[in-house]
């Protein structure tokens, strides 16, 4: 157990594996000089030479087929984009090549490649650096993508997208990275994918979050009045952990879907679907997505901070949800939320 | 404030003392915004560019208001060489109803259609490709008009380099794409990601004109721009055109340029753009002794004066967010 | 009113928006002299000329970079992505630049440009290039996105979206290029975005369908056997006609989703999220998802077949919805399905 | 079936023979191939590569099994110049289990790692940084295996293109890029898409050797190929290569290529690389008068054989779609 900065708990789990395993190999732009723009990998150069660890030209679209490359002939490569936006020129690798390898292989290709993005708002980086952009990755059979929410599972999720024979997208909430907190290393850190952590019990509703809602929803749940919250921290949206929701709310009859992202095309409505699908009968309010409105990330402390759905939020619309039995509406749909 | 920036787009492109002015101005305004980040009174990020300012003038000094520019981020010089105002600028960037965009989108992001200036963008390339459309619009409208894209020397790695320019080319387009080389891209020196001394070269796969510029040069820029928009307004198609400059600052708020081996600054700063175009100025009785030094005294003066009123201005309320999503 | 393809129908919509406005332009790969791959623009070169009708390189970054200032600086380019999977080489384009522009400009930029795409499964393409990715660019605010669904709304939403004023991805399912219908022609022709269209009335469920399973749910509506169903063609999937489905929905009582694309991340989720949280109270089933497996789409005229949700299917699934009031199991749930 | 492939990939690698042989069996499957379309036997569409034979055999004559090679789409010749055999390639276009990856992927999908070829990309471009990638494996494990991609002219427009080679040359990977100018993309003719006559001179900016290789002779692909892979070998780093070569049918299946001149076809056709590099076996005494003919009946009617077999095979099942999908 160590007490790091998410950042530190990300450089920490890259180096451990590879210390562990001679074909893991890291690079990015400026990941290797500079320790990473965010120092997720600051001290690696050092310890592991210029052969695995390189800075790359701005390149996306190059280094994430480099990283394909490597991957399917041995390598197991953590490739870092800077922000999650810059995917947007280099999809193609990741989506159509990696996730699809394995299968236009034959099953004798693997891809263990893992794509690191910096993701979120908060930071006032404007509306092209400062989205979550799961969407582009959710519904790309092949592909596994783990979110982080701390240094804790940071290290761990880390650990175990490296170790996957999948290639794995793993999104870190940059507001995150200079947030301290314990972190089991070594073998027993690892957390698996695919697996949710359920990070507080209550009896009223399921709270699902993930990234940066997690504390979020924490924090919403700490201030609750009058209601208690199971809060589960999805971890790994793809594949998600259905079991884990699931019987959360057998037993809540409630579930709040929490995300930092805008309404349409988010990943909470999967899980919506998912669960009125599964538990209909077990539901005894309809289930509700708190999510960021339909806009760009506006710039600006007051904006930014009004566009994410805060702890403070997300109580009230719980309380709001459970006094009336229904779905409240968005805070932008109220009248006089826009004067 | 239209008619303003008009006129200082007018300036610059005709009077060779505004052009002085401007990369005063300029490097004025990009110091007080790293100091208003230094004293944490700013939200976000920022990109500036003292030591090149020769480049944003002369440039600007080249092109007419209908022409189009695509810039990036590290915008604020050619911004506020094409006629942005330091309120509009740090505005912006302070986040304030009376910058650029309303202050909705922070230092990355400017615009000012009236003087030729897209939307400023944050994805590095991207003003490429953009800038060969903008051309298109002149081409299939039949204007005179250019686009230009300035871009940095890491962006000429990227994919949308290549298929802009290549698209440019074969479509014979009225485009010039100015790579400004400032020898880093963030913290990476050129020569660990680029394989060859002069971008310029480049222009060999696309068959046009490649150059290399003095950057530090304004009335070099000028010319050669000068030159390419001519090439280009004739129908003869796209040029390359490399500006060698520096970057004083780190690549972003946060960067000290640890990385800078030691003595390069100087080494640049010996041939400083602003110093020795008013030394210039100077001796060809432009400007009088001792006039370089007042300009950039009265100047500075100005900008800290637009800086503090920006200070006091209002913050966009909610709804703004909301507006200009969809049209 | 004529009868013709739908490829044709698309030619000729973008024909008459040429003809009646000298800022339409069009290009895309073999677009001009070959009259596009899929013959969607076909006689354009010969009426318009060769400045307003291009071959680009194949450069899909560069060319639709090219529709994006092209567009901003006062053309209304009809930009053609091959195959939707190309978008992954050219995203950041559409959604991190065009998109995105009204807002960087305060509202002086406007980017009516339209993206369009061939999509989906069925005519044997393999797995890059048979599929939709809606999901790359629902969820991406400042974007329009309609689906064609036939020769009729072909020519009414492209022109729509080509008289918008906000960049609109159009998506058109490839394998109805050959469908033959009736088209009305004309400005009369024009089908508003965001509108969806109601093409069956019926009183047990609504069937929301969009692109190519709005035929698979008509087909399976007509052979639907004690029950009667609401069919809705979304037509614009974002933003998408809320009022039309809930409308429905508050009348039927259930809700049937369609999609061609995989169960994660589909747009399905995303109406029956809205639908749940708006309409809790006049459902009387779960809200059922009808789509494909989370597979590539396979090779081969049978595993193709099997992959895409058919007619019959429909049929099957909303009678077992019907019967047992419950969620039935997708196909690739039921024991000895994979055998 | 590892065995026979071996095999084949061996003799084409040590023997001329063999080569020509390799070349007469693509060409007849291709032939066989459209043919099946054509009857309407297959489902989906399909993309040949008579005429350009000798770049595929010419290619894997110079690499070892251990190198690996990216292709695209147009890869059935490729594929079997590695070593794959016609049932292999004409089972996967039919969808039938005996195919390369079982069936599933169709004819632009094809792979065989015991010979290095990874698997083929139906995108345009994207195999080149996958192979910049494979060689980045060789650098980092100190082996001196090659990575090699295959792409058209068409694919050197493409972003990926620009940005894979560059990468490759600033790491100074063992790779080997290997343009296939076929003279057409698409319907389009390279002349419509592309503003220079030679592609190989883009290796200029990357600053590593460019060469235009006559691709219609197996020698002088292979020497080529040989040199470019020795150099890699030894750590000096990657090389572009540009074949000219010309695609004898049409794009794919649908196009019977109406846009090209006249004559253009037979202009080409007078230096086959089948009957040239025939005859120059015969001149050289490798074969008798008469045996290229003879081999091209033997061989002809093999894979003929092959594709009976190929159409009684069994198709995948359901299950095979869930199949590979995640590890
Ligand atoms: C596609 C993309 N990749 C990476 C970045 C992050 N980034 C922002 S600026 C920058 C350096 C760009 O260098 P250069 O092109 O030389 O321009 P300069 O900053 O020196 O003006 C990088 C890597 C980005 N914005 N977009
Ligand atoms: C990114 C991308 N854009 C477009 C296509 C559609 N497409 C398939 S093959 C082809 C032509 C490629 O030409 P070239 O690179 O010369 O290769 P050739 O087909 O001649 O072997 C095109 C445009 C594609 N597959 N991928
Ligand atoms: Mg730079
Ligand atoms: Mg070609």
């Known amino acids: 157990m160590a007490r790091m900065r998410m950042n530190q708990a990300i450089a920490a789990a890259i180096g451990d594996e590879m210390r562990e395993n001679p074909d893991v190999v890291t690079f990015g732009e400026d990941v290797a000089v500079a320790g990473g723009p965010f120092k997720t990998s600051d001290g690696l150069l050092e310890e592991f030479g210029p052969l695995r660890v390189r800075d790359t030209p701005i390149a996306e679209m190059g280094f994430m087929g480099a990283a394909v490359g490597a991957a399917a002939t041995g390598l197991r490569p953590v490739a870092e984009i800077m922000f999650v936006e810059f995917l947007g020129v280099a999809l193609d690798q990741l989506v159509t090549e990696a996730a699809k390898f394995n299968y236009l292989s034959g099953g004798t290709v693997r891809v263990p490649m893992v794509m690191r993005a910096s993701v979120g708002a908060g930071l006032g980086f404007g509306c092209q650096h400062s989205q979550v952009m799961e969407s582009w990755m959710v519904g790309s059979p092949g592909l596994k993508i783990a979110v982080l929410s701390g240094p804790g599972n940071a290290y761990g999720l880390t650990r175990a997208a490296i170790r996957d024979d999948n290639p794995v997208a793993v999104l870190e909430p940059r507001i995150l990275y200079a947030v301290r907190g314990d972190v089991t290393t070594g073998v027993e850190g690892i957390i698996p994918l695919g697996q949710a952590a359920t990070l507080a019990s209550g009896n009223d509703i399921t709270l699902v979050s993930c990234g940066s809602t997690v504390r979020t929803c924490l924090a919403a749940a700490g201030e609750a009045d009058g209601w208690t919250a199971d809060v589960i921290d999805l971890q790994t949206l793809q594949p998600w952990d259905t079991e884990a929701v699931l019987s959360s709310v057998a037993r809540t009859g409630r579930l709040a879907v929490v995300e930092e992202c805008p309404y349409s095309g988010g990943w909470g409505a999967d899980i919506v679907a998912k669960v009125v699908s599964e538990a209909f009968g077990d539901l005894s309010a309809p289930p509700m997505r708190i999510t960021a409105p339909d806009v760009h990330v506006p710039f600006g402390k007051e904006l930014e901070q009004r566009y994410l759905p805060s702890a403070e939020y997300v109580t009230a619309q719980v309380g709001e949800l459970l006094a009336t039995g229904e779905s409240p509406p968005h805070w932008w749909e109220r009248d006089g939320a826009l004067v | ?327």
């Open chain 2, 1 to 327: 404030m239209s008619s303003e920036v008009l006129a200082r787009r007018e300036a610059v492109r005709t009077d060779r003392t505004a052009r002085f002015e401007r990369m005063v101005e300029i490097r004025a305004l990009e110091d007080a915004v790293r100091g208003l980040f230094a004293e944490g009174l700013v939200h976000g990020t920022t990109h500036t560019c003292q030591g090149q300012e020769a480049v944003s003038v002369g440039v600007a000094a080249a092109l007419r208001p209908t022409d189009s520019v695509c810039c990036t981020y590290r915008g604020h010089g050619m911004g506020m060489a094409l006629g942005l105002t330091p309120q509009q600028v740090c505005g912006e960037i302070m986040g304030r109803v009376v910058g650029s965009i309303g202050g909705v989108g922070g230092s990355m992001h400017l615009c000012e259609t009236s003087i030729g200036l897209l939307p400023t963008m944050a994805i590095v390339g991207a003003g490429v490709p953009v800038a060969a459309g903008a051309a298109l619009t002149a081409q299939v409208r039949g204007t005179d008009d250019v686009a230009v894209a300035v871009f940095g020397d890491g962006a000429a790695n990227i994919g949308a380099f290549h298929e802009g320019i290549n698209i440019a080319s074969i479509w014979k387009l009225p485009a010039i794409f100015i790579c400004e080389n400032n020898q880093y891209g963030e913290y990476s020196p050129i020569a660990a990601t680029t394989p060859i001394a002069n971008i310029a070269d480049r222009a060999v796969s696309y068959g046009i004109p490649g150059e290399v510029v003095d950057g530090q040069d304004v009335d070099a820029v000028n010319a050669a721009v000068e030159a390419a928009a001519a090439r280009a307004r004739a129908g003869d198609g796209p040029s390359l055109l490399e500006m060698k400059t520096y970057r004083y600052a780190g690549h972003s708020r946060s960067d000290t340029a640890p990385y800078r081996p030691a003595g390069e600054f100087e080494k640049w700063y010996e041939r400083d753009p602003i110093n020795t175009f008013g030394a210039r100025l100077v001796a060809e009785g432009l400007l009088a002794d001792g006039e370089p030094e007042k300009i950039t005294a009265r100047v500075t003066e100005q900008v800290d004066a637009a800086v503090a009123e920006v200070k006091t201005a209002d913050s966009p309320g909610v709804a703004s967010m909301f507006e200009n999503v969809l049209v």
